[in-house]
């Protein structure tokens, strides 16, 4: 995808300006993308969490009634 972004860059600037403002958008990219990931990762995270603790309240409760 940068290959061809930079290559119609050339077309318009200079090759140098254009494998600049590639990489760039490229840094960018993957700066926003490592960030989106590790919220997704926290939400699923959490979801998890909340599973764990619906099981241990279920299991405390079953073992109450059993008693």
Known sequence: MAFIFQKVLVLVADENIA??????????????????MDKI???????????FNR???????ADRSDA
């Open 41 to 51: 990762l926290k939400v699923i995270s959490r979801r998890q969490l909340e599973k």
């Open 19 to 36: 494998f600049c403002i590639t990489l760039g958008i490229v840094v960018v990219s993957s700066f926003y993308a490592v960030f989106k």
């Open 55 to 61: 099981r241990l309240k279920n299991r405390m409760e």
